[in-house]
Structures are given as structure tokens and as C-alpha cells.
């Protein structure tokens, strides 16, 4: 026959806690799946509160793009012999402006649906561009005469058109354009004007704009000039910058942000000038090998960006992704604990009440989730864990026999809450945290049960 739960000997008993301690992981993993699910929903909630705001904006240029003449060669092999043929063509001369000067206030808010929310922002960018030919122009191959300047296009890029402003405005030489929608005649997304270029040939062509758009989350601007300085600033007091540029200059505080980006053409490893066929305007410029410029495309992913995010300091999901993990920890430090009392203290601990209070210690992590979402992480951690220490507390006061058994049971679990919110705020020291403490925990059993025999085998 098998021996009964109080004749087992400690070794079968911490297997038994073991075992059971293995079976919580299928409704903690279960949690962890939960928590995927609920920000999976959030995360289509934010999209749909955003929906035809605007998107995650990406503004460029302005641009000009002027078409020319030129000859084109091309050599067949037809019946034997080599037929060579030169015909006319169109491309394209992509000029970007010496230096570009830009401010961009943004305004954000909070949108709400139910329990969720998301950033959004208006903005208004406003500044001025100068645009001049190079002095070696003759270098790209290009003769001055066969450049259409009458029928140049000024190029603005924005990667959501949906959230453009009624009604931009942008001047060249002081004299207001007409804007039409889409790229001109290149690819792209945004607004483009004819413009007259003639004045290039004596001076250069100065270009003034000012435009409101609207997005959400985030703004990232792409540099097309020599010489780009751009001004930031925002009521936000949670901004993350990121892209291949950081701000040379930026202030944070609680009444919002600035940021001022220095950005040159030489660190984003292009010319100012670039040629290519007629529609085609992800071009950039190289030297060939005979002294003149070449025009050849850039590699996949090359645009380089300034990005700044406005983030929401307390991404409650994350956050309770992180505690789940940890549900282990808890779990085995409550179950030492009854083990302890079972071993040494001689109160008999059954598998069910390991059971039990472990399924409490998992539902600590659906209640931290379902609180958090109406009221806050940090209220719903306080509830959620008090809950749950109350719970245990008076349940393992009278599996245990004693309310002083239970107190200890409820500080352990009072104490490793605590533990976890600050493991939750020290992101970068949590494992050494973590690592210590286990340390010291093993270390204390291991001096508690240094002569217990496991085996059960000894004489009495």
C-alpha cells in the first residue's frame, strides 16, 4: 500500500510540490496568452480610434524636378548584324535646395473608445527652401540648354495624405502656386506645383511653405537639402527619439519638448543634384569612374530619418507581460514556504491546498490585467495583490492551524509583490535583482533543511 500523506517523507513531498508546481504552468502560460490577446485588441482599438485622423506621418522635401532632353543609344543584333539606333528621351534632373529651414509645432491629445486610447496630433510646419544649380553642373553630363525649366515640378512628400490640411500654402519668389495631389509625374505620396525654375539660370530660387497635418504616435521627417535644420516643439512630455538622427539640441519637460536637428548632405551620403528616367525619382548620385557624376539607385531601406515618437510612459501590457513571468517565482516561494511548515513545522500540507493556493497566485496576474485596464497599472497591482494576500493568508491561517502560520505565508507574499513592482521599475537591474534574491532564498532553505533527512530512511 502507499503511505499516507503524512507518513511520506520529505523527499516525496517536495517532489509532490514540485509536480504541482509544473502543472500551474498550463493556466500561467494560459494568463500569458490572455495578455498577448487583450494588446492584440488594444492594439486594433488604437487603430480604429485613428482611423482617417492620419497615420504615423513621414514628411520630406520640397524637391525640384525639372525634365531635359537628351539622347539615348541603343545597339541590336538583327540578322547578323549590328544595328545602331539614337533616339530622343525625357528624363528627369532632381535638384534638392542647398539648405532648408524648418519649425514644426505639434499639438497633441488623448483620444478615448471604452477602456482604450491613443495619441494623435495636429501639427503645422512652416519654413523656407533655396534652391541654386551647382557650379559644376556641366559634370553630370547635362547641358544647361536642354533643361525644360518652365515645366518644373516642386515635390512635397508626406506618407499619409489623409491628413493634410485644407489648404497648404507654398510660394516661390514670393508669388503663391497652385498645389495638385500625388507625386507630379514621379512616384510618391503628397503634393507637388508646376513652377517656373528660369530664375535658376542668374540666382537662386527661393520657396516658402506652410502646411497643418494631422497623425498619430508619431512624426519622422526624411532631409532632401545641403543644409536641414528643423525645430521641433510639443506640448508632449513623453517624446522618444530615434531614426538614423538624434537632435543636437533638445529640452524635456513637464510642459512638453523641443528638439533642433542639424542634418547635411554629406551625412546622408548623397549629392544635390540626381538624374534618371521620367517618373523615377528614388534616385541618387555617385562618381563615376571617368570624373563625372553618375546617376544610380540607392539600396532598399536607404532612406535615412529623424523620428520622434509620442509615447505613453505606462504601456500597461507590457508591464503585466513582465509580471507573468515572474509567476514562477511566486509560485515556488509560497510552495517552499508550505514545504517548510510541512517538513519542519509537522503541519501536513495536501496536494490540494498546493493546488488551491497556487491557482490563486496564478488568478493575481488575470485580476493585475482586468484592473489594469479600467483604473491603472499602479491601483490595479495595490488591489490585485492585496487580494490575493488576504486570500491567502486566511486560507493557509487554516490549512496551517495557526494565524501567525498565515501571516507568515501573507508577508512572504506581501514582501515578493513589493520585490516585483520594483523589479517592474528597474527594468535594467532586474536580473541582478532577481539573481540576489533567489540567492538569498536558497541559501536560507538550504540552511533550514541541512538536517533533514530526504529519504526518509533514517533511524529514529
Do not use: C
Not at 539607385?297 to 520622434?308: D, L, M, V
Not at 488591489?383 to 486566511?394: Q, Y
Request: proline fraction near 5%; hydrophobic fraction near 45%.
Amino acid at each position: 500500500m502507499y503511505a499516507s500523506d503524512g507518513q511520506r517523507s520529505p523527499g516525496r513531498k517536495l517532489l509532490l510540490a514540485i509536480l504541482i508546481g509544473l502543472a500551474l504552468a498550463i493556466p500561467l502560460f494560459s494568463t500569458w496568452l490572455l495578455v498577448y490577446d487583450r494588446q492584440s485588441q488594444s492594439d486594433e482599438a488604437r487603430a480604429s480610434i485613428t482611423e482617417g485622423w492620419g497615420g504615423q506621418q513621414s514628411i520630406s522635401g520640397p524637391v525640384l524636378v525639372i525634365p531635359y532632353r537628351t539622347t539615348a543609344t541603343e545597339i541590336s543584333d538583327g540578322l547578323g548584324k549590328t544595328v545602331k539606333r539614337t533616339r530622343n528621351v525625357i528624363k528627369e534632373l532632381t535638384l534638392e535646395p542647398e539648405a532648408v529651414e524648418m519649425k514644426t509645432k505639434v499639438t497633441p491629445q488623448l483620444r478615448k473608445r471604452s477602456i482604450y486610447e491613443a495619441v494623435v496630433y495636429d501639427a503645422n510646419i512652416a519654413g523656407s527652401a533655396r534652391f541654386a544649380f551647382p557650379p559644376d553642373l556641366a559634370r553630370y553630363g547635362l547641358d544647361p540648354a536642354t533643361l525644360d525649366l518652365g515645366r518644373a515640378e516642386l515635390r512635397f512628400g508626406i506618407s499619409d495624405p489623409r491628413g493634410l490640411g485644407a489648404n497648404p500654402r507654398v510660394r516661390v519668389e514670393g508669388r503663391a502656386v497652385r498645389l495638385q495631389p500625388g507625386g507630379g509625374s514621379g512616384p510618391g505620396r503628397g503634393f507637388f506645383a508646376f513652377v517656373d525654375a528660369a530664375p535658376l539660370n542668374g540666382r537662386p530660387l527661393m520657396v516658402a511653405f506652410d502646411y497643418d497635418f494631422r497623425g498619430n504616435s508619431s512624426l519622422a521627417l526624411a532631409p532632401h537639402a545641403g543644409d536641414t535644420h528643423w525645430a521641433v516643439s510639443s506640448a508632449w512630455p513623453h517624446p522618444s527619439f530615434g531614426g538614423s538622427f538624434l537632435p543636437g539640441a533638445r529640452t524635456l519637460g513637464a510642459e512638453g519638448f523641443t528638439a533642433d536637428y542639424r542634418i547635411g548632405n554629406l551625412a546622408l551620403g548623397r549629392a544635390l543634384v540626381s538624374t534618371g528616367d521620367k517618373g523615377s525619382s528614388d534616385i541618387t548620385a555617385s562618381t563615376a569612374s571617368d570624373g563625372r557624376y553618375a546617376a544610380v539607385a540607392p539600396a532598399p531601406g536607404g532612406t535615412e530619418i529623424a523620428s520622434i515618437d509620442l509615447i505613453q510612459p505606462v504601456d500597461l501590457y507590457s508591464r503585466v507581460n513582465r509580471a507573468t513571468k515572474y509567476g514562477f517565482l511566486f509560485i515556488g516561494f509560497t510552495f517552499l514556504a508550505l514545504l517548510m511548515f510541512d517538513i519542519i513545522g509537522g503541519v501536513r500540507v495536501t496536494a490540494v491546498e498546493y493546488l488551491l493556493m497556487g491557482a490563486a497566485i496564478v488568478l493575481f496576474f488575470v485580476l493585475l490585467l482586468a484592473f489594469a485596464e479600467v483604473i491603472g497599472f499602479t491601483a490595479a497591482y495595490i488591489v490585485a495583490s492585496a487580494a490575493i494576500a488576504g486570500l491567502n493568508t486566511a486560507y493557509s491561517a487554516a490549512v496551517l492551524g495557526s494565524w501567525k502560520r498565515g501571516y507568515v505565508i501573507g508577508g512572504l507574499l506581501i514582501g515578493l509583490y513589493a520585490v516585483l513592482y520594483i523589479l517592474l521599475g528597474l527594468e535594467a537591474f532586474s536580473l541582478l535583482i532577481g539573481s540576489i534574491l533567489l540567492f538569498v532564498a536558497l541559501g536560507g532553505v538550504m540552511f533550514a533543511t541541512r538536517r533533514i533527512d530526504w529519504s526518509g530512511t533514517a533511524p529514529a
